[in-house]
């Protein structure tokens, strides 16, 4: 059969050597090189993230004098990680921080997506009579290991206890109220 449509292309014999070859030959793809068994490989540590925010950052906000709630929602595709969230005013200035909550997840049903977090207001412009009327920068970490509690290690405050730990950090603009 393909004698046949081989004399039937109406064109030279090297044409029809290279229509035969296309019409019969079968392409495999090399390999470019040497596969890795997933098996093999290290797991790799997701980044935790800031996914969310309410109000969304970076702002600017102006805190109320009565203070408020925000939230963060935070999220880690290592479902087994508990993650822990810090909150900061000027850092490195104000130095260390003014909130911290650890975010559990269920290691076998847990989610990437974890529950919002809330970030209560009311002692970010404290003591208010030094930050009355002052735009402020309060940056939310959110780390999959714990944080050192050696104030010595850098950076500040922010330094991991697990090097292969991650973080991630996003900030709001604030201007404080005027009593």
């Known amino acids: 059969m393909v004698q046949k449509l081989l004399h039937s292309v109406p064109v030279g014999t090297c044409a029809r050597a290279l ?15 040497t596969e890795v068994s997933d098996i093999d490989a290290p797991p790799k540590n997701a980044d935790p993230v800031i996914a969310n925010s309410i109000p969304m950052m970076p702002g600017p906000l102006t805190l109320p004098k009565e203070g ?16 822990y969230v810090r909150v ?16 559990p997840n269920d290691p076998t049903m847990g989610k990437e997506v974890r529950d919002p977090v809330p970030l209560d207001t009311t002692g970010w412009c404290q003591p208010a009579s030094a ?33 292969v730990g991650k973080l991630n950090i ?10």
């Not at 229509?19 to 392409?27: E, H, P």
């Not at 944080?147 to 206890?161: E, G, V």
């Not at 996003?170 to 009593?179: D, E, F, L």
Request: a negative charge.
């Open 131 to 163: 930050f009355a009327g002052t735009q402020l920068i309060i940056d939310v970490v959110v780390a999959d290991r714990p944080f050192d509690p050696d104030i010595n290690a850098t950076p500040q405050y922010r330094h991991l206890l697990d090097p």
């Open 19 to 33: 229509w035969l070859m296309c019409a019969t030959a079968c392409v495999f793809p090399l390999p470019s090189e």
């Open 68 to 83: 408020q709630t925000y939230t963060v929602t935070v999220r880690d595709a290592d479902i087994k990680d508990t993650l």
């Open 170 to 179: 996003r900030s709001w603009v604030v201007t404080c109220p005027v009593p």
């Open 88 to 103: 900061f005013r000027n850092y490195p200035a104000g130095l260390g921080p003014i909130y911290e909550h650890p975010v």
